[in-house]
């Protein structure tokens, strides 16, 4: 799993027709105290997320299994908002 923040959109008029519908969105990797850690990447939002939430990545056949994903061309999917991180150190 990857903790990640909403950082834009990603809009494509053509894309697979599993995907339409789907709306796409930029993360960007972040450690647990919020610091940019990694390169963006293009996640389908399963959860309604928005620019500058923190969010829950799954990728891989992780991601196929997210909700309405079955079947679907995805490497990366948004599987839940992010409330709050605690670390104790």
């Known amino acids: ?3 990640a923040r909403i950082v ?7 894309k697979d027709p599993r995907l339409v519908s789907n709306k796409l969105l930029l993360a960007r ?3 647990p105290r919020g610091n940019a850690d990694g390169v963006p990447l293009v996640a389908v939002d399963t959860v ?10 799954v990728s891989g056949s992780s ?3 997210a ?9 990366a999917a948004i599987v839940g908002i992010i409330d709050a991180v605690e670390m104790n150190e």
Do not use: F, W, Y
């Open 48 to 57: 309604d997320a928005g620019v500058g939430e923190t969010v829950l990545i």
């Open 63 to 65: 991601a196929r299994m």
């Open 8 to 14: 834009g959109t990603v809009v494509a008029t053509r």
């Open 67 to 75: 909700s309405g994903m079955k079947d679907c061309p995805v490497d």
């Open 29 to 31: 990797q972040i450690d």
């Open 1 to 3: 799993m990857i903790l």
